[in-house]
C-alpha cells in the first residue's frame, strides 16, 4: 500500500469519528439544559467545557464576546472558518475518500458524499436552525452508516487496519476529553437521594454508555464512571478497548508491512494498554484525574505522530534524494504534500 493511501484510510476515519463525537456533545448538552432548566442556571456553563473539550476557546472568544448556546452550536456545527467543525470534519473526510477513491468499496463513498451534501445543503442548515436534534442525530446516523459498511465491504487487510486505527485513536482522544469536563466536579453524589447527578448523566449518554453502565451498576457513582469509560475493556467506547483495539490493528499492519522488532508505535500503544490494564480508579484520582487526562492524551499523540512517522514518513523519504530536506514533507487535513516533485513521484509509481 502507498503512504499517501493509507494516510488517507487513516484520516478518512478520524474525520468521521471526529464529527461523530460533536454530534454527540452537543446532543447530550442540549438534553443537560433541559433537565437543568428549572434550575435557572447561566447557560454558558453548559457551553464552556463544550468548547473546551474541543479546543476551540480561544476562536470563539474572537468571534464572539460572550457564550451562547446559539452561537457555540453554529460554530462548532456549521462554521465554514472553523477548521474543527462538523461541516469541515466530513469535508475533510470525504476529501480523503476522494483520493483513495479506488481503493474503497463504492458503497464507503456513497455514504460520505451523501452525508457531505447533506450537511452543506440548504435542506441541512435548515434543519440545524430549526431542529438542531435531528440534525444531529441525522450526522449521527451517517457515521453509524459509515462504520456499518466499512465493516461489512472492507477486506480484512491493511486498509480495514487502518480504518480501525483511525476510529479508535480519534475515540480515545475525544472520550478523554469528555472525561476532562468532569475532572473538576465532585466525586459525591449531590445532598438528596433523589436528586441526579446531571454531569455524569450528560457524561454517560454522550457516549451511548447509559445503558451498560446501569446494567451494571444501580448508582451513578462518579469514580465508578471515571472507571467504566477510562480503564474498562468491556465497553467499546472507553479508552483502555480503544487502545487495546488500536493495539490489535498495528500489530497486524507492522506484520503485513515486514517490520522487524518493536516498531515505534507498537511500543507506545503497548506500553499504554500495559499501564491501563494495571491501573486502577483510585491511583488515577490520587493523582488527579486532569493531570492523568492530560499526561494521556500527550500520550495519544505521540502514538499519532509514531504512526505518521512509521507509515507515512519513511516511505517518503524512501522516496527523496537525500538533500531534500524531512521538513519539506507535510500532512495537512486533505494530505497533500509540500513537495509537488514527491507528489508526482507517487502519481507515477501508482500509475
Not at 454508555?209 to 446494567?215: G, K, M, V
Amino acid at each position: 500500500m502507498l503512504s499517501r493511501v493509507a494516510d488517507s484510510i487513516y484520516w478518512m476515519a478520524r474525520y468521521v469519528e471526529r464529527a461523530e463525537n460533536l454530534s454527540r456533545l452537543l446532543l447530550s448538552t442540549q438534553d443537560l439544559l433541559l433537565d437543568a432548566g428549572a434550575e435557572g442556571v447561566d447557560e454558558a456553563q453548559f457551553w464552556q467545557p463544550l468548547l473546551a473539550t474541543t479546543g476551540d476557546e480561544e476562536a470563539y472568544s474572537k468571534l464572539h464576546k460572550k457564550i451562547k448556546g446559539k452561537d457555540v452550536t453554529e460554530f462548532l456545527a456549521l462554521r465554514a472558518d472553523n477548521p474543527n467543525s462538523m461541516l469541515n470534519s466530513i469535508r475533510a473526510a470525504r476529501e480523503n475518500a476522494r483520493t483513495v477513491r479506488d481503493q474503497i468499496s463504492d458503497e464507503i463513498w456513497e455514504s460520505l458524499n451523501s452525508l457531505r451534501l447533506f450537511v452543506e445543503s440548504a435542506e441541512g442548515k435548515a434543519m440545524h436552525r430549526t431542529q438542531s436534534a435531528a440534525f444531529y442525530e441525522r450526522v449521527l446516523r451517517g457515521s453509524y452508516e459509515f462504520q456499518g459498511i466499512a465493516d461489512s465491504t472492507t477486506p480484512r487487510g491493511e486498509i480495514w487496519h487502518f480504518l480501525r486505527l483511525g476510529t479508535c485513536l480519534e475515540r480515545a482522544d475525544k472520550m478523554s476529553r469528555l472525561l476532562d469536563t468532569c475532572s473538576g466536579l465532585s466525586l459525591e453524589l449531590p445532598p438528596h437521594a433523589q436528586a441526579r447527578p446531571l454531569r455524569w448523566a450528560a457524561l454517560l449518554r454522550s457516549c451511548s454508555a447509559w445503558h451498560a453502565f446501569q446494567a451494571s451498576h444501580r448508582r451513578l457513582v462518579p469514580s465508578k464512571i471515571i472507571a467504566y469509560l477510562l480503564l474498562d475493556e468491556t465497553f467499546p467506547r472507553s479508552i483502555a478497548c480503544c487502545v487495546a483495539e488500536a493495539e490489535s490493528a498495528l500489530k497486524s499492519l507492522c506484520a503485513n508491512a515486514g517490520l522487524k522488532g518493536m516498531p515505534l508505535p507498537l511500543r507506545h500503544v503497548g506500553r499504554l494498554r500495559a499501564d491501563l490494564a494495571y491501573t486502577t480508579v483510585e491511583e488515577v484520582l490520587a493523582t488527579g484525574l486532569h493531570e492523568y487526562i492530560d499526561d494521556l492524551q500527550s500520550r495519544l499523540n505521540q502514538i499519532g505522530e509514531a504512526i505518521f512517522q512509521t507509515f507515512v514518513q519513511h516511505a517518503d523519504l524512501a522516496l527523496l534524494p537525500e538533500e531534500t530536506p524531512v521538513e519539506s514533507i507535510a500532512s495537512g487535513a486533505y494530505h497533500t504534500y509540500a513537495n509537488e516533485d514527491l507528489q508526482a513521484q507517487f502519481q507515477q509509481q501508482k500509475q
